[in-house]
């Protein structure tokens, strides 16, 4: 079973920035493919990005905002969030999957979560 910790979400003004982290306990972590999806109330779950290796893909609203990054050494994953607004207010999730795909439902391992607030 992998276990997965997010960490590093609070509350920031707009067009600030946040950096969130997810730890995770396999240690075969580099072999898997890690996501970030976010949920905002009465909303589904949304596509963030994923990265395997150097191999990173990222949902469409990103527009060069959000970077995704892992360190396989630490089995370590962050995703960088700058010029924040209002709407990226959602909790975010880390998650792990041994393909790589965007879709939430191909993932098997998911964090509890981390509230990101931005304030307008």
């Known amino acids: 079973q992998v276990q997965l910790v997010e960490s590093g979400g609070g509350l920031v003004q707009a067009g600030g920035s946040l950096r969130i982290s997810c730890a995770s306990s396999?240690?075969?972590?580099?072999?898997?493919?890690m996501g970030w999806f976010r949920q905002a109330p009465g909303k589904d779950r949304e596509f963030v990005a994923n990265?395997?290796?150097?191999?990173?893909f990222y949902g469409a609203f990103m527009k060069g905002r959000f970077t995704i990054s892992r360190d396989d050494a630490k089995s370590m994953m962050y995703l960088q969030m700058n010029n924040l607004k209002p709407e990226d207010t959602a909790v975010y999730y880390c998650?792990?999957?041994?393909?790589?795909?965007?879709?939430?439902?191909?993932?098997?391992?998911w964090g509890q979560g981390t509230q990101v607030t931005v304030s307008s």
């Open positions: 998650a792990a999957a041994r393909v790589v795909t965007a879709l939430p439902q191909d993932y098997d391992y």
């Open positions: 396999e240690r075969a972590f580099s072999s898997y493919t």
């Open positions: 990265i395997r290796g150097s191999y990173t």
